[in-house]
């Protein structure tokens, strides 16, 4: 193949090289030409680069073959088209939208989790963070917790939050159970259901038509609630997931399809787990969705990481642990022609990729946001064309009529979690925090939106011979993108010197970076190959894309810089004329190579089109990164850098600030003047993008004062669950509310006449056993100690909130109790071996700026 270089002439060529004073090419004696407009050249960081002395670790790979074309026929899915002629359907390899490969995110968020009132912005947060499919569970529990008294009310009312979803344009798959899972009492299942099947009166989850019988009214009750929202209808329900986490006769769940039809879910997905089955599915009737997760609450082990989660943060040709049942999925042939395997036969679909995790009151998990994102980069890496995220915004159970609506093993289920917490240390908390991984994922589901459809043809290639470091292609043999994850959960990885990638494409070898560089511990990151970015073609760059903006005749493409590594671009030079470089820049046998470019707001390349058109590349480093968001207004894709928190809502550009931080917003193509109330807000030119600085009054800083009303009493011995055929093993189990009685006692209150509009949330510093809060005698949440801090979103309470204060109590932890906790660091444990204290309670206030375009 043209370029190749043998290994020894490779670190050859390469010691020539990483004297120079840029990145280049395998080529030697270029002449480097500055940018006129550019300021001198900035050498490279040269930690990232490795001694021209040491041997190169040059990682190769062949990705020459193309894809098999997608089998198309076989599926036996609803109506696919909407009103208008626009379509949803499927073959082997994607979901297609409009008949064009669609590589969405996904997003779980439980309607009935969190109060009717807040839903409309949290789904304009969750739209904001690159998702396009709201996940959500129907808790049949929700719904009838007595038999025959049906409530779609409030925050139970589905109908309601569909309508929401429609109205922000989000597409939602419904997940109808009848059993779902989720952590809810019973999975879901009403008590007096679960009774009668515990009498033996028919057997839950089967077909019989005494269970059936009760599975037919739920199913009618929820098509009522989907009556004219269905996309054949115009409306944003794309699909639904039949069961959950199902492991009996597959005939079961093909009569949950046929009921659901019947009852009027015709839709263009029918769903199911893909894991946990023993006989197989009759091809096409169902699709499988795969899941994992860094880590569970639910093992029974009370060691770290226990039986396969590290394998699931290393890139794979299988479709993960969680779908290792893919085999029973069916593999009748999707067209005239030889069958395709059974992994080959369905698209790689996601829907319970780890975003967080809960804390069982036997396993406090503590969830990095690093884990996220290195989950979703390597399933991406690994071939999925659905990254669908459980949970993507926390919540809070609702009030039960009869019991608390929890997950224990009194009830004869796994685990104990809280009564009222479901926050999941999700990318959105329970009460509306946007958290470290939310910016991160955000601009996973920019990158999907705008380079997804190209993407989803490619397949992923994973070294065979797997070595330290971590990675993977994905390529449809011409082109491609190179994925590495340098990150293990609760295992430091080392700085991986002399890297350098070779991958064989169809048309040659392509070698890269130029001279080899030293990837950072824990870096996360993917590289283009041979992409297209709208007629012209980069041959690479060491830098990720997160998407791309055309407005009139100029593209526009965002770049991060991947942390430690020098940034180069190398072009086809027949695709694109160079007009400016920040860089330096080097031509030889038909490419350009751009290098020693270091990040900022203003162009970092200009390039023309063989069309004429203008392409600009923007360069941010990863900090910046994580303040760009983007999306429509006004009429017009924009680009917007904020730390805000920020809700394009109609009209309004509305910015959510915490503290005292003092707002600003960037936007890029900006409008000629923004107003906030009418009045003009400054602005000024920030690189290409125009920056606006609304004048927001500083606030009161807010301080809670804490009394301790009650100091703790002994510590409970913690009992171990029995054990029982349904769940095995028994593990240590959650206090009692009698328990409470023993539990130290503070209020917290605010100063008098705080303004109960004022947006406020409670950070609760603490360390021991269990907190729960309480407004009066009302629990309004808990949590089970895991070293972060609890929580509380004091405006969704109410004036009396304000006026009266919160308790909390909180149990000790014993040194010596059964649970396992990932970090144990913040705990103090005293002379009787008891970790308890209250460290101090902040008030952290959001406040808005809505700014408008002036007409």
Wanted: charged share 20%; net charge neutral; hydrophobic share 40%.
């Amino acid at each position: 193949m043209k370029n190749r270089l043998s290994r020894r002439n490779f670190i050859k060529e390469s010691a020539v090289l990483t004297g120079a004073a840029t990145a280049l090419p395998l080529l030697s004696a270029l002449a480097v030409e500055p940018s006129a407009l550019a300021e001198p050249p900035v050498a490279a960081p040269s930690a990232a680069q490795g001694p021209a002395s040491a041997a190169v670790d040059l990682h190769t790979l062949d990705a020459s073959s193309a894809p098999p074309p997608p089998q198309t026929g076989g599926f036996h899915m609803g109506t696919a088209t909407a009103p208008g002629g626009r379509s949803i359907t499927i073959d082997s390899r994607n979901l297609l939208r409009d008949g064009k490969p669609w590589l969405p995110l996904s997003g779980e968020f439980h309607y009935s989790r969190c109060p009717a009132t807040e839903w409309r912005d949290e789904l304009l947060k969750i739209k904001a963070g690159g998702v396009s499919i709201v996940s959500t569970y129907v808790f049949w529990i929700h719904h009838e917790e007595v038999e025959g008294v049906w409530d779609w009310t409030g925050q139970r009312n589905l109908r309601e939050f569909l309508e929401r979803c429609r109205q922000v344009d989000l597409n939602v798959l419904v997940r109808i159970g009848p059993w779902s899972h989720g952590e809810v009492r019973n999975g879901g299942f009403p008590d007096w259901l679960q009774k009668k099947g515990d009498a033996g009166e028919f057997e839950l989850r089967r077909d019989n038509p005494g269970y059936l019988g009760y599975v037919q009214a739920l199913y009618e009750q929820i098509a009522q609630q989907m009556k004219a929202l269905l996309w054949k209808d115009g409306g944003p329900v794309i699909g639904i997931q039949l069961e959950n986490e199902y492991s009996g006769p597959v005939q079961h769940l093909l009569t949950l399809k046929k009921m659901a039809r019947a009852a009027g879910m015709d839709l263009p997905l029918y769903t199911c787990t893909g894991w946990g089955r023993r006989d197989a599915v009759p091809y096409g009737e169902i699709l499988p969705l795969a899941g994992a997760y860094a880590e569970g609450f639910w093992d029974r082990s009370l060691a770290a990481m226990p039986g396969g989660y590290a394998g699931d943060m290393r890139f794979s040709g299988a479709r993960g642990s969680s779908a290792a049942a893919m085999g029973a999925l069916g593999a009748g042939a999707a067209s005239a022609g030889a069958a395709p395997t059974a992994t080959e036969a369905y698209p790689f679909l996601t829907c319970e990729l780890g975003a967080g995790m809960m804390s069982s009151y036997h396993r406090r998990i503590f969830s990095y946001p690093e884990d996220a994102e290195s989950m979703a980069l390597v399933k991406l890496g690994s071939g999925a064309n659905l990254l669908g995220f459980y949970m993507y915004h926390g919540g809070v159970n609702p009030e039960g009529r009869l019991s608390d609506l929890n997950e224990t093993q009194a009830t004869g289920y796994w685990n104990d979690l809280p009564v009222k917490n479901y926050d999941f240390q999700a990318p959105i908390g329970a009460f509306g925090e946007e958290r470290a991984h939310y910016h991160w994922l955000r601009q996973i589901g920019l990158f999907l939106q705008d380079f997804g459809p190209g993407l989803s043809g490619m397949t992923a290639r994973v070294p065979i011979l797997r070595g330290a470091l971590n990675w993977a292609v994905r390529s449809n043999g011409s082109s491609g993108y190179i994925y590495v994850s340098n990150y293990q959960r609760l295992s430091p990885q080392p700085q991986r010197e002399n890297t350098q990638f070779q991958v064989n494409f169809s048309d040659g070898d392509l070698t890269l970076p130029a001279n080899p560089v030293a990837i950072p511990g824990d870096c996360r990151f993917f590289w283009p190959l041979n992409l297209d970015l709208g007629g012209v073609k980069l041959i690479y760059a060491t830098a990720q894309p997160i998407c791309n903006l055309d407005d009139r005749n100029t593209r526009y493409t965002v770049f991060k810089q991947t942390a430690g590594i020098p940034a180069e671009f190398v072009f086809d030079a027949s695709t694109a004329r160079l007009l400016e470089s920040a860089g330096e820049v080097a031509r030889q046998n038909g490419r350009v190579h751009v290098g020693n470019l270091q990040p900022g707001l203003g162009a970092a390349i200009r390039l023309e089109g063989k069309d004429g058109r203008e392409h600009i590349l923007l360069l941010l480093d990863e900090a910046t990164a994580l303040t760009l968001w983007k999306g429509q207004w006004q009429g017009r894709q924009r680009l917007f850098l904020t730390h805000a928190d920020l809700l394009l809502d109609g009209a309004f550009l509305r910015l959510l600030v915490k503290g005292s931080e003092a707002p600003s917003i960037a936007v890029l193509p900006a409008p000629q003047t923004l107003t906030d109330s009418g009045v003009k807000v400054p602005a000024k030119d920030d690189g290409l993008f125009r920056r606006f600085s609304p004048q927001l009054k500083p606030a009161a800083v807010l301080r809670a004062s804490v009394e301790q009303l009650q100091p703790a009493g002994p510590a409970r011995t913690v009992p171990i669950a029995p054990s029982i055929p349904s769940r095995k093993q028994g593990v240590a189990m959650q206090p009692e509310n009698a328990d409470f009685q023993q539990a130290a006692v503070w209020r917290v209150q605010l100063p008098p006449g705080v303004d109960p509009d004022r947006k406020l949330l409670l950070r609760v510093r603490y360390s021991g056993d269990v907190l729960r809060a309480y407004l009066g005698d009302r629990l309004i949440d808990d949590d089970f100690y895991n070293g972060r801090p609890f929580e509380l979103g004091l405006h969704r309470f109410g004036p009396a909130a304000y006026r009266n204060g919160i308790e909390l109590k909180i149990l000790p932890l014993r040194e010596d109790a059964p649970v396992y906790m990932t970090d144990r660091s913040g705990l103090r444990f005293s002379a009787d071996r008891t970790a308890l204290a209250l460290d101090g309670v902040d008030v952290v206030e959001t406040r808005e700026v809505r700014l408008a375009a002036a007409l």
